[in-house]
């Protein structure tokens, strides 16, 4: 066998520039797009510390309030007993009388704002939670089918009569739409078609002998997952839904009395 130097010498010249244009048309724009990814996510921190800095310098700044409440509802208080020592056992009563009523309205409007202060500061925390997980989530590239094994899951486990009122369309083979973040791949597509017609018809939920009509459409609204959307029902798993599930629980615990969220 002959090698021909000149040959593996050109050879390896041209390995060399290829490397060369490699590193320069697309090593280095990767990691430009890293760092504009990683200064991105510093800034979202950065701003969410502030907010709460913010949150906490309200809080305290009520709490002086209520303490210079207090103190003049004392100051108010040892007036009145001065002035009473001085007056009639009747005037006394009633500037008794008068002082608790001041010091139970000024706690009643400290309670209210403290309730109010608590109630905001809970919802825009819930807010600016879901906002950075979902800028997060972004950024964190997860395959829509990885959801599928979970959704089909529910599907197995939603009751047979519920699945055949989903598919009810009168006339014709039942069909459905399956959405998704991201455009399937043709072979996902498939099985997906192949494992819906599996499971509804398993109870007899379609019409005996018919295929399912599956249509696959992109909706980028759903952050990353999947969404069954029959004739009468959806059923999804996506990151958009449990996203804006988290959101509303945080709200309704933001909207409970403050004795119940621990002040």
Same mark, same amino acid.
């Given at each position: 066998?002959?090698?021909?130097?000149?040959?593996l010498l050109l050879q390896a010249c041209n390995l060399v520039?290829?490397?060369?244009?490699?590193?320069?048309?697309?090593?280095?724009?990767?990691?430009?797009?890293?760092?504009?990814?990683?200064?991105?996510?510093?800034?979202?921190?950065?701003?969410?510390?502030?907010?709460?800095?913010?949150?906490?310098?309200?809080?305290?700044?009520?709490?002086?309030?209520?303490?210079?409440?207090?103190?003049? !509802?004392?100051?108010?208080? *040892?007036? #009145?007993?001065?002035? +009473?020592?001085? $007056?009639? &056992?009747?005037? %006394? =009563?009633? @500037?008794?009388?008068?002082?608790?009523?001041?010091?139970?309205?000024?706690?009643?409007?400290?309670?209210?704002?403290?309730?109010?202060?608590?109630?905001?500061?809970?919802?825009?925390?819930?807010?600016?939670?879901?906002?950075?997980?979902?800028?997060?989530?972004?950024?964190?590239?997860?395959?829509?089918?990885?959801?599928?094994?979970?959704?089909?899951?529910?599907?197995? !486990?939603?009751?047979?009569? *519920?699945? #055949?009122?989903?598919? +009810?369309?009168? $006339?014709? &083979?039942?069909? %459905? =739409?399956? @959405?998704?973040?991201?455009?399937?791949?043709?072979?996902?597509?498939?099985?997906?078609t192949q494992d819906l017609q599996g499971v509804l018809n398993?109870?007899?939920?379609?019409?005996?002998?018919?295929?399912?009509?599956?249509?696959?459409?992109?909706?980028?609204?759903?952050?990353?997952?999947?969404?069954?959307?029959?004739?009468?029902?959806?059923?999804?798993?996506?990151?958009? !839904?449990?996203?804006?599930?988290?959101? #509303?629980?945080?709200?309704?615990?933001?909207?409970?009395?403050?004795?119940?969220q621990g002040a």
């Open positions: 066998m002959h090698i021909d130097l000149w040959t520039v290829l490397l060369l244009l490699l590193r320069w048309l697309f090593y280095r724009p990767l990691l430009a797009v890293i760092e504009a990814r990683r200064q991105t996510v510093q800034q979202t921190l950065a701003e969410a510390q502030a907010r709460r800095e913010q949150a906490q310098a309200e809080l305290q700044a009520l709490a002086q309030q209520r303490q210079a409440a207090d103190s003049v !509802a004392q100051v108010t208080l *040892q007036t #009145a007993r001065e002035q +009473a020592e001085q $007056d009639s &056992a009747a005037r %006394l =009563e009633a @500037a008794r009388v008068a002082v608790r009523q001041c010091l139970q309205e000024a706690q009643a409007q400290i309670e209210r704002e403290r309730v109010q202060a608590g109630t905001a500061l809970y919802q825009a925390s819930a807010t600016l939670a879901t906002e950075l997980a979902q800028r997060l989530l972004s950024l964190t590239p997860v395959p829509d089918e990885a959801f599928w094994p979970a959704l089909l899951a529910r599907l197995q !486990a939603t009751p047979a009569g *519920q699945r #055949a009122q989903w598919l +009810a369309t009168g $006339d014709g &083979a039942p069909s %459905l =739409e399956v @959405a998704s973040a991201h455009p399937l791949p043709p072979p996902v597509q498939a099985q997906l398993l109870d007899g939920d379609s019409v005996e002998g018919a295929e399912l009509a599956c249509v696959f459409k992109p909706d980028a609204a759903l952050l990353c997952g999947l969404e069954l959307r029959f004739a009468h029902g959806v059923l999804g798993l996506n990151w958009a !839904a449990e996203l804006q599930a988290a959101r #509303a629980e945080l709200q309704q615990l933001a909207a409970q009395p403050a004795a119940e």
